[in-house]
């Protein structure tokens, strides 16, 4: 079976701080992909990366970047220099391939809020 | 380019009544995914078509759960005689054609309150 652990239920940080979410992930395929996903006050579901099984680099996108292990299995998520924006739910998921498309496999999320 | 729609955002009912949930996907997007949030939980996958055909049905889906996507544009996901455990947030995604895995996006979801 498929399962994602986020340990970090709430993380609560000063402004400009760093801070690493946590991800760790089970599973039996070779091949899988693995997103993080935002989910602001508003409800939805904001896609921030896609990372494929065979693709170990590290990727960074401005203040975010992702860290993929797939020694540990783990796909850590760290935001730079944080901002009061950044305050938000954030999701591991991992994608189980059936029927020629993705159904995704959620961790619990992390609270993150980010204090002036 | 508008993302995925869904209606209405919150529905309060009571027990034992019937509801019915709307989702507009993004255009040209041929897969639809439906998920359910309760509080302090990531979603879990309930239903996916790929145009209009249902191809999978989580153990989640109860017999009081039908979803429908007629023409292959929205879809609905309709609750018979809803308990107070149904309360939740229905969350509708789509995707574009492809083979193998693509992105989801999502809409902003649907606050299902039981009373």
């Known amino acids: 079976a498929q399962k994602v652990t986020q340990a970090q239920t709430e993380i609560s940080v000063v402004e400009k701080e760093d801070v690493t979410l946590d991800c760790v992930y089970e599973t039996r395929d070779t091949t899988y992909y693995l997103f993080w996903y935002k989910q602001p006050p508003s409800g939805e579901l904001v896609f921030l990366i896609r990372r494929n099984s065979f693709d170990e680099q590290n990727e960074i996108s401005g203040r975010y970047s992702w860290n993929f292990q797939k020694s540990t299995s783990s796909f850590n998520f760290t935001i730079t220099a944080s901002q009061v924006v950044d305050s938000a739910v954030y999701f591991c998921?991992?994608?189980?391939?059936?029927?020629?498309?993705?159904?995704?496999?959620f961790g619990q999320g992390t609270r993150l809020t980010i204090n002036p | 380019d508008t993302g995925v729609s869904q209606d209405p955002r919150h529905k309060i009912t009571k027990r034992g009544q019937n509801v019915t949930f709307r989702c507009d996907p993004i255009s040209e997007h041929n897969r639809l995914y439906w998920y359910r949030q309760t509080l302090g939980q990531g979603p879990e996958f309930l239903t996916y078509?790929?145009?209009?055909?249902?191809?999978?049905k989580s153990r989640l889906l109860s017999d009081r759960f039908s979803a429908e996507r007629p023409k292959g544009s929205f879809s609905t996901l309709e609750i018979q005689r809803t308990e107070q455990g149904d309360s939740a947030m229905y969350l509708c995604a789509s995707s574009p054609p492809g083979t193998g895995e693509t992105i989801q996006y999502f809409g902003a979801g649907t606050r299902l309150s039981v009373l």
């Open positions: 998921a991992l994608s189980s391939i059936i029927q020629g498309a993705q159904k995704l496999v």
């Open positions: 078509f790929q145009n209009e055909a249902q191809l999978e």
